[in-house]
């Protein structure tokens, strides 16, 4: 059905004054050459990927309780405690006669975050009444402990999903694309770039985030599995606006078979830029709202998407279509 | 896609918006129809419509409570894991049901029937931990020649399992006894558990025949978690000792591999043998702990050993502070994206924003439905999908722009902006779509929340960008006035 549908397209759009035969009509972006200057935008994205995977090879990640492993209390004393009275408190903590190895973060709010190392609930509760005594009343917000099996599993779980996520999202792309002119080689090539755009964005979150969280210091650079959840959300997105261009392009060759590979790439990107921008503005405003009105806890999420929208947008308009005509132009069809 | 706009389509539409608001104000239909107050507490809600108990299911993180993670281990050689599995759920159940949570959780889970997630809300984690994981493991052993065990509370002998355990007891209950001043717990076996009791008191009788003689032989003692392990290191005086002494609830709740506790409960000479299935166990019992120990035996044994494996406590407070900054947040990015779409593409961009406000409403409808547990994972990936909504908007919209600069007229160019602009949509929602299959197949449950919402998200942003805002055009078009080029966002249309 949907091949009957384009063919009428076609024949639509060569019949009518489509917007590749007829220049005049096309606002003055078409004229942008963003395949020409392809190596430039290759080199942004090289900037900031490669400083960001340096940190994730030596400096690695700030975990998150999740994948460390450990206790985490979240506590909220009602005489307001400085800082040093709680790190004093949690220091003079033993379970069994041996520390718990805590560490203290007061949060934005007032809560304070306190690390140790696993212990059963019992024991737990034991840490609770004993810093009750020492620091007067409080509130137990939040308790996680996660245990070495857990927290290997998680980052298992990572791993897992972003390389299934990835070569599913390569052989959907073949198969939707594998009927073009080229067939399968065609196919994969379409799905090899995007997917290259995808582990593009991968990488550039992860590595900005092993920056804010090991050579910056910053807490919201911790990973987590809800980071995890914020990888996967922008491998959707990411493919989301490249297969918005390439489903152009592959109209595009369709109609227009006077231009050069090169020229229906860059048509598309102009035809579709304005779409994928737009649709990006909108899902960052809802992430800055979450970042502003959301509870700590979306907060990291929140940010993790919002650079991987954008990097998404930038490597589906800059990387992915700009890939394909130097694949296109290693490997050509015939 | 004319199909899209034919009647029986706008009909399916009608009948989901109404039956969504119907479901999203289930609780002021429940009001208005039983004249109570619109706000404040009521009587009889969350309202039940036909066995349908329509609300929000929150997820722990909002609701507050614990939950834990455990793995079973030791488990019983001769018996399926599955069905090992299945009993340690059933137990844990009755457990938890003396704590008075609604709506506990207890799933298993693990590739090998060694997981079980346990999810209940209102209780802190020393509570579920003490509750779920209780020692009430009844074992009975008698006592065998040993010449290893040179000291201890029975030199010469250890105690050696009898294959009667509290699995056996059909029922406990705690009496006062015949003196009228102490507790004793009546417990009445199985039919297997009768069988081995009579062959057992009867051996105890014959080992040293006689009123009033006694042996150690003679002895059938009850224990509380007694393992094979504490039988192995009973030639350990000191160990044997302790592991003899009354037992201690206190420890038994808090042991570790390394503590030893004393597992007692009591270990009479059997005076006669003891056929019928009942039998008494006294040993200095108040009211508190035989009613204790009776609830423990009927709740039955855990049939493996629970290890924890990671814990998450929730606080109340918390969990209400994430549900306002979650519904805050929620409302400013929908409110952001209305206004966006409504300055930037006139009346599409108002009709999109209705699609939207119908695509809201029916996937809250849904979570509630379903039911689906709404968690702040979920809410994030609900909001994220307010977000893919307006997406497919955006194509179809900017398409529209492209097919009027075109010279196309505006009925024209919605038409083949739709039309064209559906294999991008499709293909890139099966993307998104087929991530959140990946997600919810594989990835730990506060995750599978997230899928779960995003991919119902996709689905129903699908329906609403493609089927209503196309309706709502067409329907608009159909009203001269609204072609003016101004109010739908186009600079110049070629009049036909």
């Known amino acids: 059905m949907s091949d009957i549908a384009q063919g009428k397209q076609s024949a639509d759009i060569t019949s009518d004054a489509s917007p590749a035969v007829s220049p005049q009509r096309e606002p003055r972006v078409r004229r942008l050459n963003i395949i020409g200057r392809r190596n430039l935008f290759f080199a942004i994205s090289l900037l900031i990927i490669i400083p960001g995977m340096y940190s994730m090879v030596t400096r690695g990640f700030l975990l998150g309780i999740d994948f460390a492993g450990g206790t985490e209390f979240t506590l909220n004393f009602s005489n307001q405690p400085s800082v040093a009275q709680v790190e004093q408190a949690v220091a003079a903590e033993t379970i069994h006669g041996q520390s718990i190895d805590g560490s203290v973060i007061q949060t934005g709010n007032g809560d304070f975050l306190i690390r140790a190392r696993p212990m059963l609930p019992q024991e737990q509760k034991v840490v609770e009444d004993d810093l009750q005594n020492k620091l007067g009343p409080m509130v137990v917000r939040q308790v996680l402990e996660v245990g070495p099996t857990i927290a290997g599993e998680t980052i298992q779980f990572a791993l897992l999903a972003v390389v299934l996520a990835s070569v599913a999202i390569l052989f959907l792309l073949a198969i939707r694309f594998h009927n073009l002119p080229g067939g399968w080689r065609a196919g994969f090539q379409f799905g090899g770039s995007a997917l290259a755009a995808l582990l593009h964005d991968v990488f550039l979150l992860t590595g900005i985030f092993s920056i804010m969280g090991k050579v910056l210091n910053w807490r919201i650079g911790e990973i987590d599995s809800f980071f995890v959840v914020a990888v996967l959300t922008v491998v959707g997105f990411s493919v989301h606006d490249t297969i918005v261009v390439f489903d152009r392009i592959r109209e595009n060759l369709r109609v227009s078979q006077r231009l050069s590979f090169e020229q229906v790439v860059n048509l598309s990107i102009m035809q579709t830029a304005a779409r994928s921008i737009i649709t990006s503005f909108t899902v960052v405003l809802v992430l800055v709202a979450i970042l502003i009105a959301g509870g700590s806890t979306q907060k990291g999420l929140a940010l993790a998407l919002l650079i991987g929208i954008v990097s998404g947008t930038y490597s589906s308009i800059f990387n992915a279509a700009p890939l394909l005509v130097v694949w296109r132009r290693l490997q050509p069809l015939r | ?496």
């Open chain 2, 1 to 496: 896609m004319q199909i899209v706009l034919s009647w029986p389509v706008r009909l399916f539409i009608v009948v989901v918006l109404a039956f969504s608001i119907f479901v999203d104000g289930a609780g002021y239909v429940y009001r208005i129809a039983n004249h109570y107050p619109l706000t404040g507490n009521v009587p009889g809600l969350p309202p039940n419509f036909g066995g349908w108990q329509l609300y929000v299911h929150k997820g722990l993180d909002l609701a507050g409570g614990t939950h834990i993670d455990y793995r079973l281990i030791n488990f019983p050689p001769s018996q399926s894991r599955a069905d090992v599995q299945k009993k340690t759920i059933d137990v844990i159940n009755k457990r938890v049901n003396s704590l008075g949570v609604s709506e506990p959780e207890i799933r298993g889970a693990g590739s090998n029937y060694d997981r079980i997630t346990v999810d209940l809300a209102g209780v802190t984690a020393d509570q579920a931990q003490k509750t779920i994981g209780a020692v009430s493991k009844l074992v009975y052993t008698k006592w065998v020649k040993d010449a290893a065990v040179t000291g201890g509370p029975v030199p010469g002998y250890r105690p050696a399992f009898v294959g009667l355990t509290g699995d056996d007891i059909q029922n406990a209950t705690a009496t006062i006894d015949q003196s009228g001043v102490g507790w004793v717990v009546n417990i009445s076996f199985t039919s297997r558990g009768a069988g081995i009791f009579a062959d057992l008191t009867r051996a105890n009788v014959a080992a040293c025949p006689g009123a009033g003689t006694d042996c150690p032989e003679r002895h059938l003692t009850i224990w509380l978690d007694l393992t094979q392990k504490d039988i192995d290191s009973w030639a350990d005086p000191a160990y044997a000792s302790k592991v003899y002494s009354p037992y201690d609830t206190a420890c038994l709740a808090n042991q570790t591999p390394d503590t030893v506790c004393g597992k007692k409960l009591t270990d009479p000479t059997t005076l006669t043998e003891i056929a019928g299935g009942q039998a008494v166990i006294s040993g200095g019992f108040t009211q508190a702990s035989a009613q204790d120990l009776a609830t423990g035996i009927n709740a039955g044994s855990l049939p493996v050993d629970l290890q924890v494996l990671d814990v998450i406590q929730v606080g109340s407070t918390l969990g209400a502070e994430s549900v306002k900054l979650s519904l805050a947040a929620g409302l400013l990015g929908l409110s952001i994206v209305v206004l966006f779409m409504i300055l930037y593409y006139r009346v599409p961009g108002l009709l999109a924003s209705l699609a939207l406000l119908f695509y809201a409403a029916a996937v809250l409808a849904l979570f509630k439905v379903i039911p689906v547990t709404v968690t702040l994972a979920g809410i994030t990936g609900f909001i994220l999908s307010v977000g893919m909504a307006v997406d497919a908007n955006v194509l179809i919209f900017e398409r529209f722009k492209e097919e009027v600069r075109a010279g196309r007229t505006i009925p024209a160019a919605v038409d083949a902006a739709v039309r064209r602009a559906w294999p991008a949509i499709r293909d890139s929602n099966s993307a998104t779509f087929i991530t959140c299959l990946i997600l919810g197949f594989i990835g730990p449950p506060q995750v599978k929340g997230f899928a779960l919402t995003l991919g119902l998200g996709v689905v129903i942003s699908l329906i609403s960008s493609i089927v209503v805002t196309h309706n709502l055009l067409a329907i608009v078009m159909t009203g001269s006035g609204f072609r003016r080029p101004a109010l739908m966002g186009v600079d110049r249309v070629r009049n036909v």
